[in-house]
């Protein structure tokens, strides 16, 4: 099944070499003048794709032929907005930067009430930004573009970008998923009218981008990057589900083709977030020398970049985070504790990519003895979560808290404070599971459940270490650590009949497993092999 997917993107991919320019197909009704057609329907079917450079182009490209198509305006003024799952907040030159072009929009005069009320619609992401707050923001735009679509029920197009809003807008502490579920079911109704519409595959991944709807997705996952295979973006997206559902090859195939492609392009940044999520994949079938190929290759794509990095669905933070994360990944996943502790932190930038590679010296120091490099990695979270909060990063400084909570909980064990630990650490799993990860990320960089299995694990504590295992496995499938925990609670908590399955099934997730492999992998071929 997997390797039949790496085969059509492939065929897909070499099949429009010589036909560049293949991002699917959309009508987007409008008054621009005819000649313009076809350069305002690119920038369209770009938008979709989040290119948001190469429709930015486009847009211009049909405005400076048609100085009274405002409506390409607005389409400027909406990919300017850039990644609608970005979950930090905008800075303000791009706000005003934004706001400027909904205004010229606006000024235009656009030849129908419709265009009128898009633009008018897109105002509300810009519109005060200095006062109003970005999730109020958000959540007017939605509500905006859902009269939209509400006014004209024959433009398909007003309600795929409601869709949107309303998937982008969404409470990630909201465990009903109402916004994702109604998005979902517009997008999927329109997308059998419109098959080849890259927008509605796009969407769809998106909306159901979460452990218990990710199954919804799997469809779209498997026909976005045929839909618009010179998108890089739409190469990378499937991997959002197959990682949910923990697909490792796939994700690993379609991510390849991402890379090349956003290397190719100059989409720098995208380049870096597809390679994170290989290196993810990569980590969870036992490939660390192939993830340790990309750790090593990082530095080269950021130096390579220079300026010529392009627009797209990863914004800078996307390619910073990427940067922290990779080589925190390897450390972390391979339990080389010595060597997280040892990580270099790129201070300055985004607060919450710093704290990645604080996390991974946290939890380096007190899991390798060295309980000084563990407290003053913890006190820098502190700092972090301070200064997030201070900069409104609410989301962020959430997330960087519950990271604090779990090194905390390893300096308490370290110090035999195992009450003060398994509290910690609770409390971390407790509000990882009321929130969800940012599409930044294939997934946190040490699953907090996870990290109480194996902290049961420590205080011989198994068949409590196995339960929280299999919370992890239910929201992570197929992660390697904690199967692994699984299959060594199961032999210690005297089933070893568990033991082996769980075993089993990380030697087939495994199957291109480096030779000898991790200890674990060791463990589970000499486990197998036992009568």
Known sequence: MQRTLWLVLAV??????????????????????????????RGIALLHSFEFGPAIDAFRSAHDADSSCAIALWGTGLAQWGNPFGTGLRPAAQL?????????????GAKTPRERDYIS???GLYDRFETVDQRARMTAYRDAMDRVASRYPDD??????????????????????????????????LWVAQPEHPGLAHYIIHSYDVPALAPRAVDAARRYARIAPDAPHALHMPSHTFTRLGYWQDSIDTNILSASAAHTGGNTYEELHATDYEVYAYLQTGQDAAAKRLVDAVPGIVATAGGRAAASAAPPAAGAYAVAAVPARYALERGAWAEAERLDVHRGGFGYVEAITWFARALGGARSGDVAVAQDAVDQLQKLVDRLTAEKEAYWADQVSIQKLGATAWIALAADRTDAALAAMREAADREDRTEKSAITPGPLAPARELLGEMLLELKRPKDALAEFHKTMAKEPNRFRAIAGAARAAAQSGDPAASRKYYAQLLTICEKADTPG??????????????
């Open 156 to 189: 398909p197009e007003a309600a795929t970008f409601y869709a949107l809003a309303l998937a982008a807008a969404a409470d990630p502490a909201d465990k009903t998923y109402a916004d994702q579920l109604k998005a979902g079911a517009i997008l999927e109704k």
């Open 121 to 123: 619609a897109l105002a």
């Open 12 to 41: 897909a991919v070499l099949q429009h070499h010589d036909q560049p320019g293949k991002f699917g197909t959309v009508h987007f009704a409008n008054s621009c003048d005819a000649s313009v057609q076809p350069a305002f329907e």
């Open 96 to 108: 005003q930067a934004g706001r400027a072009t909904v205004q010229r929009a606006s000024a235009a």
């Open 518 to 531: 991790r200890p674990e992998l060791q463990a589970a071929r000499a486990a197998t092999r036992a009568p």
